[in-house]
């Protein structure tokens, strides 16, 4: 089985920041991209975030400057830190991986069951 489970969201204030993780646990033989999606009431879910197994990064237009994606391979693990977060930036947030596993050898994309984060005063 492989799991990707997210972590760190909540009510922040505008201006505030939130960092999340998403840890990936299972038969996992290599990651290779992973990215941070959302997904908010009543939109189509959209990439935040992409990162690369060897660190390269892309950002949508609307969080470029304020979000950094980043990730430690040895833990499996990625986050995205959010600073100035504006109230816009509420959603679902969704980790998402595309790796190669064993038991059964293939490879497959994966989704966390995302975590909230909503930005008000």
């Known amino acids: 089985q492989v799991q990707l489970v997210e972590s760190g969201g909540g009510l922040v204030q505008p201006g505030g920041s939130l960092r999340l993780s998403c840890a990936a646990s299972g038969s996992i033989f290599r990651i290779n991209d992973m990215g941070w999606y959302r997904q908010a009431p009543g939109k189509q879910r959209e990439l935040v975030a992409g990162?690369?197994?060897?660190?390269?990064?892309n950002y949508a237009d609307s969080v470029k400057g304020r979000f950094t994606i980043s990730r430690d391979n040895a833990k499996k693990t990625m986050y995205l830190q959010m600073n100035s977060l504006k109230p816009e930036d509420t959603a679902v947030y969704l980790c998402n991986a595309d790796l190669y596993r064993y038991g059964p050898w293939r490879s497959s994309e994966y989704w966390g069951q995302g975590t909230q984060v909503t930005v008000s005063s």
């Open positions: 990162i690369t197994n060897d660190g390269t990064t």
